[in-house]
């Protein structure tokens, strides 16, 4: 199964003002998203997205230029040969960094998505585990800053479609980022899991109250208050306050978390398929969370590729965590692209797709439908 073609989609999709969400890292203005395709001589095709960094046409470029050299014409088979080889030549030295991984990120994807097709079984059976429903929680860019009414009213819409967990922004203000909380809880009551992300805009003082605050409300966690290499922040957070810290979306490589365990602050990790070097790679830091008691509740980013490499990979854990759902108002990059469009069932939970790889079929005639878009995603 020899590889012939490796290409890349830098994809953008502008957000209507009623939809656009502010949370703390701006307002968001568009959707960006990285698409590759990866064609073999036996015209089988794997599909695989890496995050676009909100740089797209930069990482697709790094696809086409740098990593289809090293990968056309070798066996779509050797994913770990691959990797390793890109690893090498692309990342270990003189590579372009966190670029790099999202970029094998998304040709790792493809490359799974192909085995699982070749053998004609879902990912989650090549990875070793069975369908299962998956707890989910609403998540993406939705819940963000805004009149405490409206965020209610999105509240309990979400709960309405059957989501017993969902999570809030954060970084606004302290003060009123809890009672934007404490809000919600009063609308929702016990029965629906409340996790909080503050998008790296808190100050050390600014994280420490508001933890405390979070401990009365019974959330489930605290998501990036600082930047991820803020290391010295996390360790001088962790005496105040037991809401769990969580982090990892913005973490590349094992070895990341490796330093995340080592340091024993952040309990919750959450890393993303098409950014922390792939399935493969995330395979080895669900070792280490394993090893350490740590539960993995991946992120997910923009496509149904993501989504569905997400579901797969979740129901091959012993103990997955929980499914981040996009609950964005206007995704077209998830809702246009990709089929089947997966929902979630009454119970709360999802269920990866069952046909064979991710499942997940691209109607190629959208891609040029959505032109990358020059310019910031969020101001």
Known sequence: MRITHLEAYALSCPVPPAAQVSLGIGRTLKRDAVLLKLTTESGLIGWGEAHAGRAPSVIAELVTAT???LVVGESARDIDGLWARIYRLQLASHGTGAAAAMALSGLDMALWDLRGKAAGKPLYEVLGG???ALRAYAGGISFGYGPTGQLVEEALGAQAAGYRALKL????AAHDDVARVQAVRRALGPAVDLLTDANCAYSLADACYVRAAL??????WLEEPFSAHDFHAYRALAPHGRTPLAAGEN????????????DGVVRVWQPDLSKCGGISEALRIAAVAHAHGIQLHLHTAVTGLNVA???HFLSALGDPGYFEADY???NRLRTQLCAPLLEVNENGDFLPPSEP???????????????????????
């Open 309 to 311: 490499a997400s579901l």
């Open 67 to 69: 990593l289809a050299p």
């Open 251 to 262: 973490h590349f490589l094992v070895a990341a978390f490796e330093r995340l365990a080592d």
């Open 357 to 379: 790889g991710l499942g997940v079929a691209i109607d190629e005639a959208q891609l040029a439908t959505y032109p990358v878009l020059r310019g910031v995603g969020y101001r």
């Open 215 to 220: 401990d009365e409300l019974a959330v489930g």
């Open 169 to 172: 922004r954060l970084g606004l």
């Open 328 to 330: 964005s108002q206007d």
């Open 130 to 132: 069975t369908r299962r």
